[in-house]
């Protein structure tokens, strides 16, 4: 060693402390020979491992003693390597495991169920729009003059994008109720569309709006 360098003036330049040594390596697939992102490089015996990178490279520190690299992955074989020269590049290349291929194939035989069907509904929930319907309606002077009561009963489209469509009238009350009960839908709070089949579809809505006198 020349005069005045020591073992302090290698760690500064990055190199591996004494008794430790840097394994690099690259896993692949024995078919294809691309490599495998995300299998486990695991020294035996420990808890020191690392993951593939995207490519199927790794970087592992282990001690400078004898050691066996346990490396697995799901739809592959697990091989253990017993490193003789940690200092030299380890390529390996897996082999499928078809045994536990075929037990996923047999798991994914039956047919995952169908989520049941979920009507339009209002931000909030439904007793949240009916108090909402209570508080803001307002009563028409001319209705409440006349002393007009009753139902308008309405009906619209609720888009798979949650908009209100095809607002219409199916049975009215007078011209002013028909109108205020249109204005509450129209300026009232959002809704979430219906979903069928795990999907959001639209679907048509029919609402009641009371009118009642006190």
Not at 155 to 171: C, M, Q, S, Y
Request: proline share 9%; glycine share 10%; aromatic share 4%.
């Amino acid at each position: 060693m020349p005069p005045g360098s020591d073992t302090r003036s290698l760690a500064s330049k990055g190199a591996p402390a004494t008794g430790v040594s840097l394994v690099r390596g690259r896993i692949t697939d024995q078919n294809s020979g691309e490599g495998l992102p995300g299998v486990t490089v695991l020294v035996k015996g420990t808890k020191l491992g690392t993951s593939t990178q995207a490519d199927g490279s790794f970087t592992l520190p282990i001690a400078d003693s004898p050691s066996t690299l346990t490396i697995a992955s799901i739809g592959y074989q697990t091989r253990e390597y017993k490193l003789t020269n940690p200092s030299a590049p380890l390529t390996l290349a897996l082999p499928t495991d078809t045994r536990s291929l075929g037990e996923v194939v047999v798991t994914r035989k039956g047919k995952m169920p169908v989520p049941p069907a979920v009507g339009p509904t209002p931000t909030g929930g439904l007793p949240a729009f009916h108090q909402y319907l209570k508080e803001e309606l307002e009563y028409p002077e001319r209705a409440r003059q006349e002393r007009t009561e009753g139902t308008v009963k309405l009906k619209f489209t609720v888009t798979a994008n949650g908009a209100i469509e095809d607002l219409k009238i199916v049975r009215g009350l007078s011209k002013e109720c028909d109108t205020e009960a249109l204005r509450l839908v129209r300026e009232g709070p959002a809704w979430f569309p219906g979903i069928t089949g795990g999907r959001r579809t639209a679907q048509q809505v029919r609402l009641l709006v009371p009118f009642r006198l006190p």
